[in-house]
C-alpha cells in the first residue's frame, strides 16, 4: 500500500487532556510508525502550548463550553475557513479524517472546504438526544461531503445513526497495552495489606464517583482493612464533599490528577478498580487500562462499558447509581482474592485486542477501502452493498 498524508482534525483544544484528544494523538502516531505523514488540525490554548508529535498545526483558541456534565474546549473561529482552505490546498492531504466530525466549528470549516476523501470518527453517546436532535436540519449539509464513517462502539453507532442514516464502520478506540501491562512495582505507602480500591476518571458528577463513596463508606464497616484511592483531574461535586463530610469513612485517598506515567503506578498498586458511571460513555478507555493491568473491574451496567467487559468474566457489572449493589460487588470481590485473580487475567487477554497498533491498522484498511470507493465513484453502503454517486 502507498504512504498516504493524513490531516488528523479535532474540534477539541489539543493542549488539554481529553479523551478524543488522546486518541488522536495515540492513532496518529501510530499511524506515522506505519510510515503515513500524520499532521494534528486542532484548537489551542496559546499559553500550554507545546511541541507535539505528530506535528500540530494550531487552529483557533479555544473557549469552554459545558457538554453533557464535562467541559468541552471548542473553537467557534469561523473567520479560520480562508487560513484552512489555503493550508489544505497548500498540504494536498489524501485523507483528513475528523473526529466528532459535526462538532463546532474547527470539523465544518473543513468539510466546507476540503477536497480530500473525508472520513469521519463518531466518539460521543448521549441518553439525551436533543444535541442532533435540534442541530441535524443545519449540519446534514456537512454530514452529507463524508465519504466512510467511523463509530467507536456500537452505541455510539446507534446514536448518530438515529439522526444520520448511514454505514458506520465501527473501529474501537486503542489503548496503550504495553505501558499498562508492565510490570511496575506498587507505591510503597499503599503495600500495607490493605484491599486498595481504585477510582480513575475525572471528578465529574456524571462519572458516579458519590456512589462508590456512599458504597465504601459502608463497606469499611464490614471489611476495615479497605482503601479507596481516588484518581483524577477536578473537584468533588457537592454530593461527594458531602458524603465525606457526614460519614468521614477513613482510608480514602484523593490523589488528584497524576501523570501518564504515574497512572500505570496505581493501576498496579489496585486490587480492584471500580467505575460507577451513571450514563453517557461510549466506551470504556480505563476500564480496558485497567484490564490490561491485570486488574478485575468493578463498572456500572451501561451500554459503553458492556462493549468491553462481560458480567462474570473480566470483572462485575452493577446497576447504575445503585450504591447498594455496588456495595456488595466490592464485598464479594474483596473476600475472593482467587476470583480476582482469575478476573484480571481474563481482563487482560482481553485488553490485548485493543492494542493501538492493532486499531491504527484497522483504521489504515478503512482508508485505503473509502478511497478506493471514492475512486471508483462508489459511496461505501451498508454491509457489501455500494450506491453510486
Known amino acids: 500500500m502507498d504512504r498516504l498524508k493524513i490531516a488528523m482534525v479535532s474540534p477539541y483544544d489539543f493542549t488539554w ?73 497548500q498540504e494536498s492531504f489524501d485523507i483528513i479524517h475528523l473526529h466528532e466530525p459535526l462538532a463546532p466549528v474547527l470539523p465544518l470549516c473543513v468539510l466546507e472546504v476540503s477536497n480530500a476523501v473525508n472520513i469521519g470518527t463518531f466518539h460521543a453517546y448521549y441518553d439525551r438526544q436533543h444535541l442532533y436532535r435540534f442541530s441535524q436540519p443545519i449540519i446534514k449539509r456537512w454530514h452529507s461531503r463524508l465519504h466512510g464513517s467511523i463509530a467507536v462502539s456500537p452505541v455510539a453507532r446507534r446514536y448518530v445513526n438515529n439522526f444520520f442514516p448511514r454505514h458506520y464502520e465501527v473501529i474501537p478506540n486503542g489503548i496503550d497495552f504495553d505501558h499498562f501491562a508492565r510490570d511496575i512495582p506498587p507505591w510503597p505507602q499503599y503495600r500495607d495489606g490493605k484491599l486498595n480500591i481504585l477510582f480513575v476518571g475525572r471528578l465529574e458528577k ?32 457537592k454530593e461527594s464533599h458531602r458524603i465525606l463530610s457526614a460519614r468521614n469513612p477513613s482510608d480514602v485517598v484523593i490523589a488528584g490528577r497524576v501523570s501518564y506515567q504515574n497512572l500505570a503506578r496505581y493501576y498496579a498498586t489496585a486490587d480492584i478498580c471500580c467505575f460507577p458511571a451513571t450514563g453517557s460513555e461510549s466506551f470504556g478507555i480505563v476500564l480496558l487500562e485497567a484490564m490490561a493491568a491485570g486488574k478485575c473491574v468493578v463498572a456500572s451496567d451501561i451500554e459503553g462499558y458492556r462493549g468491553v467487559l462481560t458480567h462474570g468474566k473480566q470483572g462485575l457489572l452493577v446497576q447504575r447509581s445503585d450504591s447498594r ?59 457489501a452493498g455500494k450506491r453510486a454517486v
Open 17 to 89: 487532556p481529553g479523551g478524543v484528544t488522546a486518541h488522536v494523538s495515540h492513532l496518529g502516531t501510530e499511524l506515522g510508525r506505519l510510515g503515513h505523514e500524520v499532521q494534528i488540525l486542532a484548537p489551542h490554548s496559546p499559553s500550554r502550548l507545546e511541541s507535539a508529535d505528530p506535528p500540530f498545526i494550531p487552529l483557533g483558541r479555544s473557549v469552554p463550553v459545558p457538554s453533557g456534565g464535562s467541559v468541552a474546549r471548542v473553537s467557534f473561529s469561523w473567520w479560520l475557513c480562508r487560513r484552512i482552505r489555503a493550508l489544505l490546498e
Open 206 to 237: 456524571r462519572k458516579g464517583l458519590r456512589y462508590l463513596l456512599e458504597a465504601y463508606s459502608r463497606l469499611k464497616w464490614e471489611l476495615p482493612e479497605t482503601r479507596l484511592i481516588v484518581v483524577g483531574p477536578g473537584n468533588l461535586d
Open 325 to 383: 449493589d455496588l456495595e456488595e460487588a466490592l464485598a464479594y470481590l474483596a473476600i475472593n482474592p482467587d476470583l480476582r485473580r482469575r478476573m484480571g487475567e481474563q481482563g487482560r487477554r482481553t485488553a490485548e485486542h485493543y492494542r493501538w497498533e492493532t486499531v491504527a491498522r484497522r483504521v489504515e484498511d478503512y482508508y485505503y477501502e473509502v478511497r478506493e470507493s471514492v475512486r471508483q465513484g462508489w459511496e461505501l453502503g451498508e454491509g
